[in-house]
């Protein structure tokens, strides 16, 4: 079992910045993938980050990409998200995610544990 804690949500203007954290206890945090996925209002749950189990793949879809970057701390058994020029479309429920699957997991039923979330609001 690993459990994944999120914090670093809020609101913020548009073009302002925020840092996700995702704290993971349980198991060996170094076996896992990571993802952050969000998922607003009457819309499926998307992927916009993932980080391999050394930190030395990541993924980031169009939408995000040059915006967002994902990074891992395995000392601290920490995952971040660094979100930068946000924007109102950013806004949603993010979600912290690991995957024992190897590789670099894009799609969310390659992961196994979930995160209770934490909302991003970005107003314009």
């Known amino acids: 079992q690993v459990q994944l804690v999120e914090s670093g949500g809020g609101l913020v203007q548009a073009g302002g910045s925020l840092r996700l954290s995702c704290a993971a206890s349980g198991r060996t945090f170094s076996s896992y993938a990571f993802g952050w996925f969000r998922q607003a209002p009457g819309k499926e749950r998307e992927i916009v980050a993932a980080?391999?189990?050394?930190?030395?793949?990541?993924y980031y879809p169009g939408t995000v990409k040059g915006r967002f970057t994902i990074s891992r701390d395995n000392a601290k058994s920490t995952v971040y998200l660094q979100a930068n020029s946000l924007r109102p479309e950013d806004t949603a429920v993010y979600y912290c995610?690991?995957?024992?699957?190897?590789?670099?997991?894009?799609?969310?039923?390659?992961?196994?544990?979930w995160g209770q979330g934490t909302q991003v609001t970005v107003s314009s």
């Open positions: 995610a690991a995957a024992s699957a190897m590789g670099l997991p894009t799609l969310a039923n390659r992961y196994d544990y």
């Open positions: 980080i391999s189990r050394s930190g030395g793949g990541t």
